[in-house]
């Protein structure tokens, strides 16, 4: 049996990660870029105004222009002006500046009288409201890097410098097997000894919470034939096959020896954690096998802490096995060390509550978690105020 620290360690090793595609940005939400994206542009491509008011070319101590009749610029004008000498000229947000010009006077700011134009000048400086030429990238400008993930914000970037398509990691296929006699289908009246099917719509619906849309959910009973076909079936199609269930060593759990049979090779079986320690993780060729402990708690903690962050790395995202931070406890807590906990908690007003019903088995406490507080192996008992990291959904 490892701790959670080396199991961490085996899986960072022997990272998957997805070919690369290209997908128009308006499809690619939500998934991450397979290379650096340099800019052909400067941008801005041109000296703008950031104002609707007056271009001008700025001199110390002068404050009073001569306004160029008839003349507007306007945003998108294709028509190149030339500033005369002591002159300003009328120009919207968006236009570009005239040349000779290098400020520009909000015309909340201007006094016009006929033809004269006059300003407070110690409201402003030289440069002040005009955006320059590249002050946002450079050509060949390095502006989003190979792992960022595609943001509503990131395609307003990459759209900025011309780009339509990006090159991103492709997403995994997967394939859910849930083991277990005792299993029910919801809809269906519960018989006594069934317990109902919880664990597909969590598993299915946190695969797509992540972004993972091609997925196969199948049950298999517990005669280890019928399970070895359906095990050899998936992994002839999926990248990532998880199965719930019949992963310990009871006489009816049939999993980790259909694995062998399979050809999967284990990475490790067991882990020094709880909920959620029998863990089994193994690859056969370019594939993730994830056998998951079939109690609902055992199996959202191991998804959360092992298959999630592999599911990211195989799309490209990086720094997959971080905490979303650490938070201080509201109360104190005792636990006997030799084994780490991951308990279902609730992150409120920046503190961490531990919730009660932690039991594998428990699944009330889920309906009002939100993160996942991580107790470490060695931890006897921490103080209120501790800090303890913290895992998302």
């Given amino acids: 049996m490892i701790s959670v620290t080396e199991a961490k360690e085996i899986l960072s090793k022997h990272i998957i990660q997805g070919s690369s595609v290209y997908m ?3 499809e690619s939400l939500g998934m991450f870029l397979a290379e650096d994206i340099p800019s052909d542009y400067d941008i801005p491509f041109f000296d703008n105004s950031a104002m609707d008011g007056y271009a001008i070319a700025w001199k110390d101590g002068e404050n009073k222009r001569k306004l160029r009749p008839e003349t507007k610029i306007r945003a998108g004008e294709l028509e190149d002006f030339v500033l005369g000498e002591n002159e300003a000229i009328r120009i919207f947000t ?10 520009i006077i909000p015309q909340e700011w201007v006094k016009i009288d006929g033809d004269t134009f006059s300003f407070e000048i110690d409201k402003f400086e030289k440069g002040s409201n005009l955006r320059s030429q590249g002050a946002q ?5 390095i502006i989003a890097l190979k792992g960022s ?11 900025s410098v011309g780009l339509h398509e990006a090159r991103v990691f492709s997403k995994p296929t997967l394939g859910i097997i849930l083991t277990g006699d005792e299993l029910e289908e919801i809809g269906k009246p519960l018989s006594f000894g069934k317990v109902y099917n919880s664990n597909g719509p969590v598993l299915k619906t946190y695969l797509k919470q992540l972004g993972v849309d091609e997925i196969e959910l199948a049950t298999a009973l517990d005669e280890p034939a019928k399970l070895q076909e359906t095990i050899d079936r998936f992994l002839e199609k999926y990248d990532v096959v998880l199965i719930s269930g019949g992963i310990s060593v009871g006489d009816y759990d049939f999993v980790k020896g259909s694995l062998e049979k399979a050809g999967v ?5 067991k882990i020094r954690q709880k909920p959620g320690k029998p863990l089994f993780v193994g690859q056969r060729e370019n594939q993730w096998i994830f056998a998951l402990p079939g109690n609902p708690a055992s199996t959202l903690t191991c998804f959360n802490q092992y298959v999630k962050p592999c599911l990211m790395a195989w799309m ?3 720094n997959v096995w971080e905490p979303f931070g650490s938070f201080p406890l509201v109360y104190d807590f005792i636990k006997k060390p030799g084994i780490t906990l991951f308990l279902k908690a609730k992150l409120e007003n920046g503190s961490v509550h531990i919730l009660p019903g ?15 507080a991580e107790i470490g192996e060695e931890t006897e008992s921490l103080q ?3 800090l303890v990291p913290v895992y998302g959904w």
């Avoid at 968006?94 to 400020?103: I, R, S």
């Avoid at 990238?137 to 400008?141: E, L, M, P, T």
């Fill in 24 to 26: 128009p940005l308006e």
């Fill in 94 to 103: 968006g236009a570009p500046v005239p040349k000779g010009a290098d400020t």
């Fill in 137 to 141: 990238n450079k050509v060949g400008d």
């Fill in 149 to 159: 993930e595609i943001t509503p914000g990131m395609i307003g970037l990459l759209s």
């Fill in 265 to 269: 090779k284990e990475l490790f079986y």
């Fill in 316 to 318: 490209g995202k990086t």
């Fill in 358 to 372: 932690q039991e594998s088995f428990n699944l009330i406490s889920y309906g009002t978690a939100n993160c996942i």
């Fill in 384 to 386: 209120a105020g501790a």
